[in-house]
């Protein structure tokens, strides 16, 4: 976010980076974006779950078809393996977001790799 991007412009390591006559694009791609890209994809990932936990609202609100309408349906006739199957389905979807968000927060922040691994997880 931009707050985490000026915080991290006004550190050291990227007023030594500036001295030692790096271009500025440089300097905020290579060290800025990096140590900012944690707080980033947070605020992405946040988005994204909460887009994707409103859109069965969305779906009964103005009744397009989706797994929200689908859900609903299997409520209101009591089908009890379709409202389990689409609960779980979304259940491990956002299971696995969170599975690839922390790897990738792995791969974006060198502070979070383990001894002696090279490329992340």
């Known amino acids: 976010t931009f707050v985490s991007i000026s915080e991290i412009l006004g550190r050291d390591f990227i007023r030594t ?15 800025a ?6 707080s980033i994809l947070t605020a ?8 994707l936990g409103s859109l069965p609202v969305a779906e009964v609100f103005f009744e397009w078809p989706g797994v ?3 859900m609903l349906n299997g409520i209101y006739s009591r089908e009890i393996r379709v ?5 779980l389905s979304l259940g491990m979807t956002f299971l696995l977001i969170n599975l690839m968000v922390d790897l990738l927060y792995r791969l974006i922040d060198p502070r979070l790799r383990t001894e002696g691994s090279r490329g992340g997880a």
């Open 33 to 38: 974006l990096r140590n900012a890209g944690v």
């Open 68 to 70: 929200g309408l689908a």
């Open 17 to 31: 980076a500036r001295a030692k006559g790096l271009r500025p694009g440089a300097v905020f791609w290579r060290h």
């Open 83 to 87: 409202v389990a199957a689409l609960a």
């Open 44 to 51: 992405v990932v946040v988005s994204l779950r909460f887009a």
